[in-house]
């Protein structure tokens, strides 16, 4: 049976930044909304059953009651945590289901929990979050025929499909040995002693920071970067920015869009590609963010390695995927049949 399954973050593009940047919001109605269309797609390509995740607003519930459809739901009985660890564990539960693609509906954090359950996932990620350099903007309708078509086998996923950069983190000299993690977009050390704080980023605490992509036309960090040293998803490296603050009389200043409508101006000390599977050092004690989440204290005698690798989700090219089913009539209905 030609499966794919939805991962919904319900809390992407409404957390507290709204409340401190222009950035918008992407209401429950509106998920609801993506996801019934995500779901029209993806039946007319031939799928013939979707894998859903629970949530405590009932999203998928809502999106899928009263639907006409010629498709099979199953929705994952999983404990909720209320936490990226709910990403986690969808995106293993999907895996194990023999999803054969998975769309997304979330932002940077909600697709790296997702690559931590699932590293090589088949994905379409769709954006609502808040600072959003890794999902795309798309139409659903047209996610969901490419998440079909690939499900069904139809169009092949290798041809359209690559596998994503990551920012390896391995650190070491705690108490638990080696411990690993990993960001999609960005890896930032800060000066910051508040794990899981939602503040918008102060210039003045930025240390390190190492991005798997570095677009102008992107928020965040990754716009940043940008500005400096452009890095496409395609190329075979990665940025580097050493930051020094911008009252010690830095030896470049870079205006850049921290956060949707918020500009800062950033001191960088040093900045330069990075090749593939070489590693950045960051000792502690610093906070390290993973994709705009303060994620975890690096303590003093500890180290952080940082390499920026190929180890992430095979995202999948949308309008590849539905051009190559066009071409070979996977939408043409054939009279007499």
């Not at 404990?79 to 979330?106: F, W, Y």
């Not at 918020?262 to 993973?290: N, T």
């Not at 690096?298 to 190929?310: D, E, M, N, P, Y």
Request: aromatic fraction near 4%; charged fraction near 20%.
């Amino acid at each position: 049976m030609s499966t794919f399954g939805i991962l919904v973050n319900p809390r992407s593009g409404s957390d507290v930044r709204r409340l401190l940047t222009s950035a918008g919001s992407s209401t429950i109605e509106d998920k609801i909304s993506i996801l019934r269309r995500l779901i029209h797609g993806a039946v007319e390509a031939g799928a013939e059953q979707v894998v859903l995740t629970r949530d405590p607003f009932s999203i998928a519930r809502r999106a899928t009651e009263n639907l006409q459809l010629p498709l099979k739901m199953e929705f994952l009985d999983l404990p909720l945590h209320h936490n990226e660890r709910d990403s986690v564990d969808a995106a293993q539960a999907m895996r194990d289901a023999g999803c054969g693609s998975v769309v997304s509906l979330g932002g940077d954090g909600t697709n790296r929990a997702l690559a931590l359950g699932w590293p090589d996932a088949p994905l379409i990620p769709v954006s609502t979050g808040t600072n959003n350099a890794f999902p795309i903007h798309v139409e659903p309708t047209v996610a969901g025929m490419a998440a079909g078509l690939i499900a069904t086998g139809a169009v092949n996923l290798d041809a359209h499909s690559s596998r994503a950069k990551v920012v390896a983190v391995e650190v070491t000299g705690g108490d638990s040995g080696t411990e690993t993690d990993m960001a999609i977009v960005d890896a930032i050390a800060v000066d910051d002693p508040y794990v899981g704080s939602l503040e918008l980023f102060d210039p003045e605490t930025l240390m390190l920071g190492v991005l798997t992509r570095a677009d102008p036309a992107a928020i965040g960090f990754s716009g940043l970067a940008g500005t400096v040293l452009p890095c496409t998803p395609d190329e075979e490296q990665g940025v580097v920015l050493e930051f020094m603050p911008p009252s010690q009389n830095p030896a470049r200043l870079v205006r850049g869009a921290l956060a949707p409508g918020w500009f800062a101006s950033v001191g960088l000390a040093r900045s330069r590609y990075l090749e593939l599977d070489v590693s950045v050092e960051v000792a502690g004690p610093c906070l390290l963010a993973f994709d705009g989440e303060r994620s975890r204290l690096l303590h003093s005698g500890q180290i952080a390695l940082l390499r920026v690798v190929r180890g992430g989700p095979r995202v999948i090219d949308v309008g590849s995927v539905v051009l190559s089913g066009a071409r070979t009539g996977k939408f043409e209905i054939r009279v007499g049949d």
